[in-house]
């Protein structure tokens, strides 16, 4: 490992924060991108929420090699193009020791409360829980699903309603593996976890046994897109992606459902909420309910019985 990073980070809204994230990826360790949502918390400290009003923070880690100067400047290029979209802040660097850039980013991720039960809580926090909560024990790592982002809040308040004991669960786009964490403490008998990256595939497992609950999932690196098979059939399908990747994935996702079963879809950016509302309900789901915060939509499906 390096022994000194350059954190690169810049402040913008919320429009254009995700194409920043990916121009960031582009270029950052191990294709990572860091990206801090505001968050607001409840006057009780219960609840924490996604704060609109305030700019997102995004960063990401260069090696301080020789190619460090012209990685700035490409990302200095690509922000350029990138600020005719929404408004972006000015860059900013900041040079870390290692051990500096293996702690830096904790401090964005709070306690965060969401629906009646659910707890996440980054592990380095201590936190006392109450009788009736479920506590995901969660370190992000390299990956993404700290339970701050709409879409995944979106997961886990659908999750909390329609999780029963015995169920079986597919995570499509399982990431630091939050949503299967809380599947399965929420009863589920066992979750089938889908990941394409294998250093996300790396922290999901790390936070599976960190929960206890690794003996009740298996994680499979690949994608859903080409990779899932007809073999399986779930009680219910979770897909928190990209509307691009859902619509692609589509015909695999709804044979994996069996009929009757809901699908859960997230991470979908409300311009493109309408292909895949098409898409599916072509190949035989009807729409039960939304979700919006934002420009973000979720959707909540059942599969057709024949």
Known sequence: MPARWLEVAVETDAEVADAVAELFARFGYQQGAAVFHPVAQDPDGENATIDPATPVLIATYLPLDEQVDATVERLRHGLWHLSQLGRIGELRL?????????????SHFPVTRIGHRIVIRPSWIPYESRDDEIVVHLDPGMAFGTGLHPTTQHCLLWLERLVTPGMSVLDAGAGSGILSIAALALGARSVTAWEIDPVAGEVLRENLERNGVADRATVRIGDVTE??????????????????????AGPRLVRAARPGAHLVLSGIIDTAEEGVRRRYQDLGTELVERRQDGDWVSLLLRRNRP
Request: hydrophobic share 50%; glycine share 0%; proline share 0%.
């Open 94 to 106: 900041r040079t870390l020791a290692e051990e500096e850039w293996a702690e830096v980013w904790k």
């Open 227 to 248: 990779d899932l098979t007809d073999r399986e059939a779930y009680d219910l399908v979770v897909a928190n992606i990209v509307a691009r990747v859902l619509i692609e």
